[in-house]
C-alpha cells in the first residue's frame, strides 16, 4: 500500500510540474529546489526528486533548471518523433491485431465526441497503441523519453482545435486495417508534421 501511496504522489508530483514548467508557470531559467516544491505540494522530497529526473530525461529540465526549448529544438524532437511513429504505422499495417485496431477506432469515436481532456487522453492512447506495434523496446523509450514535449503538442492542437486531426487518425487506421504500411507510413508522418506546423504557427501569434 505504502508503495502505491508513494507511486501516486510521483504522478501527481510530475504532473503538476511538468503543467507548471509548459503553462509557463515555472518560466525558463526557474532553478527548482526540492524542498521548496515539497512544501508547496505536501509530499516528500523523494517523489519530487523522482518526478525532477524524468523531466530531466524528458528535456524539459536541465542542471535543475527549466529549460526553454527553441522552435529549432521543437523541430529537431519532432523529425525523430516522425521517423519512429511513422516506422511503427508501418509496422501497426503488418503486426497490430483487431483488438488493438478496435482499441484505435474507440479512441476515435471518443475524440470526435468527446471534451478537451477526453480527446487528449483518447490522442495519447491512439498513438502510444501504434508506437507498442513497432515490437521494438528501444523504440518505444525513446518516445517515452519525449512524453512531455510530446504533450505540450498534443494539448495545443487539441485545444486550439487543429483541422482534420482526428480525420487524419481515421485515415491512418483505414492505412493500418488494409496493411497498406507505406500508406500507413505516409500518412503519419503527414499527420505529425501537420501538428508540428499548427504548435509553430500558434506560438507566432
Given at each position: 500500500?505504502a508503495k ?9 508530483c510530475?504532473e ?8 509557463g508557470d515555472l ?8 524542498e521548496?516544491?515539497a512544501?508547496?505540494?505536501g ?5 519530487v526528486?523522482?518526478?525532477i529526473r ?16 527553441t ?8 523529425e ?6 511513422g516506422?511503427?504505422?508501418?509496422c501497426?499495417a ?5 483488438a488493438?485496431q478496435?482499441?484505435?477506432?474507440q ?6 465526441h ?11 492512447l ?15 523509450n525513446i ?9 505540450l ?14 480525420e487524419?487518425?481515421?485515415q491512418?487506421l ?15 508522418k ?16
Amino acid at each position: 500500500m505504502a508503495k502505491q501511496g508513494l507511486q501516486a504522489a510521483y504522478i501527481h508530483c510530475y504532473e503538476q510540474i511538468r503543467d507548471k514548467i509548459l503553462n509557463g508557470d515555472l518560466p525558463g531559467g526557474t532553478k527548482l529546489v526540492e524542498e521548496r516544491l515539497a512544501e508547496e505540494m505536501g509530499v516528500s522530497r523523494t517523489p519530487v526528486r523522482e518526478s525532477i529526473r524524468k523531466l530531466e530525461q524528458e528535456g524539459l529540465i536541465k542542471r535543475k533548471r527549466v529549460v526553454s526549448p527553441t522552435d529549432e529544438d521543437l523541430r529537431h524532437i519532432f523529425e525523430v518523433r516522425i521517423l519512429l511513429e511513422g516506422y511503427s504505422a508501418r509496422c501497426a499495417a503488418i503486426y497490430m491485431d483487431e483488438a488493438s485496431q478496435k482499441q484505435l477506432q474507440q479512441c476515435i469515436d471518443k475524440a470526435q465526441h468527446g471534451n478537451v481532456v477526453e480527446t487528449m487522453e483518447a490522442n495519447k492512447l491512439f498513438h502510444d497503441l501504434i508506437v507498442k506495434a513497432s515490437r521494438n523496446p528501444e523504440l518505444i523509450n525513446i518516445i517515452e523519453r519525449m512524453q512531455s514535449i510530446i504533450y505540450l503538442f498534443r494539448r495545443a492542437v487539441v485545444h486550439y482545435k487543429r483541422p482534420f486531426l482526428i480525420e487524419e487518425h481515421q485515415q491512418i487506421l483505414d492505412a493500418i486495417m488494409a496493411h497498406n504500411g507505406e500508406e500507413a507510413e505516409r500518412l503519419m508522418k503527414v499527420h505529425l508534421e501537420a501538428d508540428l506546423n499548427f504548435y509553430l504557427h500558434l506560438s507566432k501569434d
